[in-house]
């Protein structure tokens, strides 16, 4: 996070005091994926990004249920400090500004527990090896109790007030449509460097709350909102360039893939199962990662499969951002910093140990006895848990911490009815 200098903060006050905001939310989200916040008044802008505001370790073990997961090294003795990045401020509207925030110690450095930290040491070890990086994400939510006629991908015209504010809140939204669930919706994010493509899933989902309440509706990002209904992904799409010539296309590989191309998609697919727990690692994420629900439920790739885990989209004229890979199995309840820092991170795995592409999927994986599925949720921990690559590309500490709030929804909530699940993780995140 760049440290600003008193002119630049003395324009971020005259801009804050222009608009007319009353308050200052800054955000993190923890190794559950929930999105914890501080405010601050406009006059104290200053000291948030300066000297920042105190938190307990313990926020990074807090759970879905709000209990505490406490560890050896995270309890109630320590603190650290929440710094607002004043460079990522957004105006939201009705007197209120949005940062994201880093996490360090008390002397000022960043801490081992910060996801934005390791999303950027993940774009920093891809700039080790030439290699620069753009993301973008698709989400998937549910407007609950509000549209009792639903044609799944239909026109539904009752939404059109509630996504034209969506579109008009400054988001860089791409396109959105109906999806296939009652009341569910699909939004697509233009690509960013992966701190800000991350950023901009955070906002999003405050932002989309945010409009629905003021339109009267409630809205759902969990992996499941209601037992025997549609569950909600977090796609994440990732392009990879050297040079400013992509690796995903130009190439004599499989629909145009260079070797390192084919060997990043190779990383993520055979890193997958061991790190599954990020990605989807909820006690509802396994509900929703079924087969025949295109939501990415076996480890393998193919071209534009929206049952593999691992979608290839080439590079063609219908894809004017040239081609990515899409990361199918993500959900909502992934912390989008640690997904990203992960997922780029299986890729340079991938790239540096020049491993060879599997055979591509061509058709429904679950036709296919040999395709194996993805784990289910405990089944990831334990691999999580096991995984020197997980523990590289994250650190300890955070590998750690989510080892922990993980555990804690197994053990708590595993053997869970689904319906209950359900109805109480609803609006968690």
Request: with cysteine; proline share 7%.
């Amino acid at each position: 996070m760049r440290q600003l200098d008193d002119a630049q903060l003395a324009a971020v006050e005259r801009r804050l005091a222009d608009a007319g905001c009353r308050l200052l939310a800054g955000t993190l989200v923890d190794p559950a994926g929930v999105t914890r916040a501080k405010f601050v008044p406009p006059h104290r802008a200053r000291d948030f990004h300066r000297a920042g505001l105190g938190a307990s370790p313990s926020w990074h073990v807090f759970c879905i249920d709000n209990a505490i997961a406490f560890t050896p090294e995270l309890g109630v003795v320590g603190d650290l400090r929440l710094r607002a990045d004043l460079d990522a401020l957004r105006i939201l509207g009705d007197g209120l500004a949005w940062a994201p925030v880093g996490v360090s110690t008390q002397d000022g450095e960043p801490s081992g527990l910060c996801a934005r930290k390791a999303l950027h040491e993940a774009e920093n070890a891809l700039a080790d090896h030439g290699i620069v990086a753009r993301a973008g994400c698709e989400l998937e939510f549910v407007v609950t109790d509000a549209f009792p006629h639903w044609n799944a991908y239909g026109l539904n015209l009752a939404a059109e007030p509630f996504l034209a504010d969506l579109v008009d809140a400054g988001l860089p939204v791409e396109q959105i449509h109906s999806e296939y669930g009652a009341g569910q919706f699909e939004f697509s994010l233009a690509p960013a460097s992966p701190v800000e493509a991350a950023d901009e899933v955070v906002l999003a989902r405050l932002l989309t709350s945010r409009i629905a309440r003021r339109h009267g509706f409630s809205v759902s990002f969990s992996p499941l909102p209601f037992a025997g209904g549609s569950g909600n992904g977090a796609h994440l799409h990732v392009s990879l360039a050297r040079d400013g010539v992509p690796l995903l296309s130009g190439g004599d590989g499989p629909h145009g893939l260079t070797a390192d191309g084919a060997a990043a998609i190779t990383g993520i697919v055979t890193g997958l199962p061991e790190t599954l727990a990020v990605f989807a690692g909820s006690v509802l994420s396994g509900h929703r990662l079924q087969p025949d629900t295109w939501s990415g439920a076996h480890a393998c790739w193919g071209w534009e499969n929206r049952e593999a885990a691992v979608r290839f989209c080439a590079a063609t004229a219908g894809n004017p951002h040239g081609a990515s890979v899409e990361l199918k199995c993500a959900d909502p309840s992934a912390n989008p910093y640690l997904a990203l820092a992960t997922l780029l991170g299986l890729a340079l795995d991938g790239i540096t140990r020049r491993l060879p592409l599997p055979g591509e999927v061509t058709r429904n994986p679950s036709e296919l006895p040999d395709v194996p599925r993805l784990p289910d949720p405990a089944a990831a921990l334990d691999a999580f848990v096991a995984s020197p690559l997980a523990r590289r590309l994250l650190g300890p500490e955070i590998a750690s911490a989510l080892t922990a709030v993980r555990r804690h929804e197994l053990d708590t909530y595993g053997k869970a009815e689904i319906d209950v699940l359900t109805g109480k993780f609803r609006y968690t995140w």
